[in-house]
């Protein structure tokens, strides 16, 4: 890779990040600064994300072996907390299995506020009675149990029926509750996964529960269904709307369901299917599939209970089964997606087509971060004399973020130009790693290369798929040949998330440099001329706030 | 890689290969042996598959740029023949477009035994009555032209009333045509493809055509719909199926479409439902989609018309768009799969559930080849202290075929062992060039990595995903804790096509290895002791008879 270097700013030197308090093994480092990572242990599914708005108090749990950087039973709800959405605080364990075999599988939390399961009494808040449904796993059953917590979710306490409910199986899991105020009933979505069904249950009482109906055997199946979630979006405003639309109001649901492994893509990611629920079945609009997100690190979805502006924010495991014991970091594996806001919008999926679709905004509080200076560039044409090249600063420590706006001008180039525009996000101590990002005219899509490292897992893991790529549609069209095309991305030491065209289509992958090689170098360079405009380039460092 | 050879078996020499004439430019080698490619040109999807039962010749049909190994307009009907589905003949483009700046785009052709369209007299045997329904883009539309020969498919007349269809439309093309007989109409499927249509029209004569049914917005979107098309199969017999059974009688209709870009593996698949066809609509049993060919390299599938048997047999074409056109051959671009014959089974997706799949078939005719000797092993068990190389004759040229079987105990290995099963496919004149392709117990799931190559195009092109994986599904449960798994491979100098299970999934992949470095050595090792056990492993060389 040969980059001319035409700007070259210095940043502004700032104080390096908050100690990472962590054991450094072989490779095994580049700890993400806002994507959770438990201090010590294994992490997958997120669970019982729920607000407390006594509080004012984000709580995250997730699937936890805290006795190894491996799964492995027993498996505990382990429990973060957050103010901000951005940084998180762990706390102890929350939930334990009752036997060692055993796992405290993923599940759900709601605020009981009315005390329809009578756990609760006064002393308890009504804004802090959480009740988690989650599932208990033994080598002979997966069956719903249901736990409440008084103190405002760190501990939980038994319900003594305990299992709330049961299938006679070991392939019944992942129980995701809500409430539905038009039935005023409590709904539960679980997968009957092997069986390719999402259950739907109701109960008044969070004990007692009625099976509604089954969603089942559509969209991509995989291996199996796990993790499914109902969820309750405002429709778009819309005057012709490809959708159908709900006489009653403008509301529409979403179920989200995870499969592994046998996604397509290669091991672990999350469908959904938007349409209507009336308390007792979901009904999609169309039988199509979507892929919630297009990388190869995003699984098990699951959005808050109770958020406190009523819209719809969630949380991704940010890893795929067909590698997640192998990534080279200890003593402790595998982070979160960031949080995100999720809207629906009418998506332009081609020239002729717009179908509704789930926005993405990654949710940052950027006031719990310093900033480096802002790069940033405009020009009116980017050829192959004026490559970019950025160098960072050297005392921050591996988070930045971009937004990259261009244009494309599709006259401009022939079927065997390869005609790219490359981002390159270069490591500070090693620059032979790198991702290359970028975009290609006559593949109209986007591509992700985290191949370029000198990390042995990254080179011999073969499930670890180094080229990604998304089919990127424009954000506009600005005459019959030029099109517009936009793409955020952040990039925390081990974890880029990608976000094309305000969050249209994501994709989130994790990379692996050797220990302490942070990117402090960006650069930009196109493959052919009169082909990019680049409308906006701006490139920042951020570190966490002591 | 160190492999410890405990096996070294020298083939037997036969004469080399049939020459290949073509020039071999920087890279732009190994021409596969038996599966199609242009002689000169540019090739993409299959068109036009047909049986000409008088002659007893398979008439196969293509997207074809003469003028350059890149797509580009005019775009013809290439044609090829074969009298054995494993060896073909270049004959003479058989279509070509009106106009030079125009495509005569992909459909396929019918045996108007009958003569309803009344294109034919006495003499043209009925058997030879080929009528080519086709798409003709001009920069202003897309219609639907017809085309008759009466020289045995070789060359067509244009319809006078052509278009015989039109919609007043940019994107709408692909038409596949097969007579219902319950209905005794004809019976085309064609894309709506921005607006996620498959039209069904019907017809008593190919030249007027009536709106039936619109198969929409179901399964994987992806940018748009292409190449559709409906079979007909035997239902497998079955005491308990999985589906729902058509009461008078026992047959399934499947509903292929191909999406591009935007597949999630991608740019390129074809996807499948299953259900049945009444002569106006297509229901699918179930809103769940497959994809047929889980590789990066099959696209466009096309089944034939009036095979001999009354079975499916089909052609995808084995590249991807994303990066089709730079791939480093030359002077010709892209191959055809093996062709294949298609069959319903009922397929064990998990433990629980079997759900009604197609299973592919290889069909290669070996009277066509020649053979070395075939290498074969056989063991208890298979753990690091016997690695397999099998160093093959030097004078064979590229094509070779291997089963095997084997058996994983998944007890016996950790969640952080890399379980893994690997087998190497090394190039003779560049051992840093394999295919290594394999089993692990944890992911479950087979792999192939086709990244080791010095080949400059594999190194760089960031759409050329090295990485692919396949969600394997045992062949076999043998115990509790014993699987078998069975995979057939052949690899044909550049290009890859897997087998599992006796073909009930299937992964085609192209690879890339320097001019002339062709396959000549294969190793067999494992990451783990006690895992497996080789029942069968084979290997043969062959080469085309001269």
């Excluded at 979403?254 to 893509?265: D, E, H, K, V």
């Excluded at 349409?275 to 190869?296: A, C, E, K, M, Q």
């Amino acid at each position: 890779m040969k980059l001319l270097s035409i700007i070259t700013l210095a940043a502004a030197t700032l104080a390096s990040a908050t100690p990472i308090e962590l054991k450094y093994g072989n490779e095994s480092i580049n700890r993400p600064l806002i994507h959770m990572t438990p201090s010590y242990g294994w992490m997958n599914d997120p669970n019982g994300l729920w607000y407390d708005a006594k509080e004012k108090l984000w709580h995250y749990y997730f699937q936890y072996n805290p006795n190894d950087s491996v799964w492995g039973l027993p498996l505990y709800w382990g429990h973060a907390t957050s103010k901000n959405l951005t940084t998180w605080d762990q706390q102890d364990a929350a939930i334990a299995p009752l036997k060692n075999d055993s796992g405290a599988y993923s599940g759900s939390i709601v605020v009981d506020v009315n005390n329809t399961s009578g756990f609760f009494d006064n002393a308890t808040d009504p804004r802090q009675r959480a009740v988690a449904i989650w599932t208990y796993n033994t080598p002979d059953s997966e069956t719903q149990y249901i736990s409440y917590s008084t103190d405002g979710g760190y501990t939980f306490i038994n319900y003594d029926g305990n299992p709330a409910l049961s299938n006679n199986s070991t392939q019944f899991r992942d129980p995701k509750v809500i409430w539905h105020e038009e039935s005023q009933k409590w709904i539960m979505t679980v997968a009957k996964s092997q069986e390719f069904k999402i259950a739907i249950y109701s109960s008044p009482n969070l004990k007692n529960w009625t099976h509604e109906s089954d969603f089942t055997k559509e969209g991509l199946l995989g291996f199996q269904y796990e993790c499914p979630g109902l969820s309750k979006f405002s429709a778009p405003q819309s005057d012709n709307a490809t959708y159908p639309t709900n006489s009653t109001d403008s509301t529409k649901w979403a179920l989200f369901i995870s499969i592994n492994p046998g996604s397509p893509q290669g091991g672990s990611s999350t469908e959904y299917f938007i349409g209507d629920f009336n308390g007792t079945h979901f009904v999609p609009d169309f039988p199509y599939t979507s892929i919630l997100d297009l990388g190869r690190d995003f699984y098990a979805l699951q959005n808050f209970y109770n958020s406190p502006d009523g819209e719809v924010y969630g949380i991704g495991w940010a890893s795929n089964w067909m590698y997640s014991n192998y990534v080279p970091t200890d003593p402790w594996r595998s982070s979160t997606s960031l949080v995100r806001k999720f809207s629906l919008e009418e998506f332009q999926a081609n020239p002729e087509s717009k179908l509704l679709n789930i926005k993405s905004t990654p949710v940052i509080d950027y006031d719990t971060l310093n900033f480096g200076e802002t790069f940033s560039y405009e020009n009116e044409t980017f050829d192959t004399n004026n490559s970019l090249s950025y160098d960072l600063s050297k005392n921050f420590d591996g988070l930045i973020e971009f937004n990259l706006t261009y244009t494309v001008n599709g006259s401009a180039f022939g079927k065997s130009d390869f005609a790219d525009l490359s981002l390159y996000l270069i490591g500070d101590s090693n620059s032979d790693e790198y991702l290359r990002l970028g975009f290609e005219g006559n593949a109209a899509a986007f591509f992700i290369d985290r191949g370029n490292t000198d990390v042995e897992f990254v080179k011999e893991n073969p499930f670890f798929t180094t080229r990604m790529s998304v089919n990127n549609q424009p954000s506009r069209y600005i005459d019959s040949e030029i099109s517009q095309y936009k793409v955020y991305g952040i990039a925390d030491r081990n974890i880029l998330e990608l976000y094309f065209n305000d969050g249209s289509q994501v994709s989130t992958n994790t990379y692996f440099f050797t220990g302490g090689n942070f990117i402090t170098e960006v650069d930009l360079e196109v493959g052919v001329d009169g082909v990019y405009q680049i409308e906006e380039f701006k490139v920042r460092q951020m570190t966490l706030k002591l």
